[in-house]
């Protein structure tokens, strides 16, 4: 199973390399969703990132704006399904 820090930092990364600039000041723990950095579209392409990556599936109802509003909160989902 992947280090939940490795996991955070790498879904950072993938955010930041996305969806925002490198000297943006994100932290685990900076809203996307609701701080409208991502928004419906690009959190499907979070999604499938995640499942790729993970090699997990997400089901569509858990995979909600709320449950990927953050990295930590995002770390956590993925982790539940590993």
Not at 30 to 56: A, N, Q, W
Not at 62 to 67: L, M, N
Request: hydrophobic share 40%; aromatic share 10%.
């Amino acid at each position: 199973m992947p280090d939940s820090n490795e996991m955070k930092k790498t879904i950072l990364q993938y955010v930041i390399d996305e969806y925002a600039e490198e000297d943006s000041g994100l932290t685990y723990d900076t809203p996307l969703i609701s701080g409208g950095l991502v928004d419906s579209f690009s959190m499907v392409s979070l999604k499938r990132f995640l499942e790729l990556k993970y090699k997990i599936s997400i089901p569509d109802e858990r995979a909600t704006p709320e449950a990927f509003d953050n990295v930590t909160k995002i770390a956590n989902l993925v982790l539940e399904f590993l």
